[in-house]
Antibody, heavy 119, light 110 residues
Framework: EVQLVESGGGLVQSGGSLRLSCVAS????????MEWVRQVPGKGLEWVGLIRKKGDSYTTEYAASVKGRFTISRDDSKNSLFLQMTSLKAEDTAVYYC??????????WGQGTLVTVSS | QSALTQPPSASGSPGQSVAISCTGT?????????VSWYQQHPGKAPRLMIY???KRPSGVPDRFSGSKSGNTASLTVSGLQAEDEADYYC??????????FGGGTKLTVL
């Protein structure tokens, strides 16, 4: 079964840092771009960023709202995706989902992990 | 990158058809063959319903269909059923190598 499981969410103070993880199973993780998408409770989905695979030099792209503060990385040997978040703001409060990018479509999503930034 | 524009709500009676629009620009929807649609029930992760404008993943009922004209993509749900009541989001690849989502549409089955 194709599965993604996020962890690492929690309560953090404004200006603080947090690292989210996403562990994949049931597919060859290294073959796919992987992405982060967030959702403020009761609001819509917002693309956060992506990391390409080894063949594309693990290059990354970020939404303007997080560029310079968030860093996406991956460890293919551990089937893991990471989101390092720094200089957190109240508006970063959201459920963070990891998603498998299968040629520009998210065909697998994790269950999400809630990040709450207190001001 | 601005979010794609969707109507906040849509509704229909069981058995009817309803269409949800997703309007972007010539930098995303207008020039992308990679428009997808997602269904999200409360408290759940999104589910892929349509990809590449009009393709359906296995397991998605053929009541769901997608199309695109110019800068606007559409999701049509035919033969509405109670379980179709959910939030729906469109997404597009953009020319700047990013992705963008619509603001979401809450579909109510009357």
């Amino acid at each position: 079964e194709v599965q993604l499981v996020e962890s690492g969410g929690g309560l953090v103070q404004s200006g603080g840092s947090l690292r989210l993880s996403c562990v994949a199973s049931g597919f060859t993780f290294s073959d796919y771009f992987m992405e982060w998408v967030r959702q403020v409770p009761g609001k819509g989905l917002e693309w956060v960023g992506l990391i390409r695979k080894k063949g594309d030099s693990y290059t990354t792209e970020y939404a303007a709202s997080v560029k310079g503060r968030f860093t996406i990385s991956r460890d293919d040997s551990k089937n893991s995706l990471f989101l390092q978040m720094t200089s957190l703001k109240a508006e970063d409060t959201a459920v963070y989902y990891c998603g498998r990018d299968n040629y520009y479509k998210y065909d697998c999503w994790g269950q999400g992990t809630l990040v709450t930034v207190s001001s | 990158q601005s979010a794609l524009t969707q109507p906040p709500s849509a509704s229909g009676s069981p058995g009817q058809s309803v269409a949800i629009s997703c309007t972007g620009t010539s930098s995303d929807v207008g020039t992308s063959n990679y428009v997808s649609w997602y269904q999200q029930h409360p408290g759940k992760a999104p589910r892929l319903m349509i990809y590449d404008v009009d393709k359906r993943p296995s397991g998605v009922p053929d009541r769901f269909s997608g199309s695109k004209s110019g800068n606007t993509a559409s999701l049509t749900v035919s033969g509405l059923q109670a379980e179709d009541e959910a939030d729906y989001y469109c997404s597009s690849f953009t020319g700047s190598k990013n992705r963008v989502f619509g603001g979401g549409t809450k579909l109510t089955v009357l």
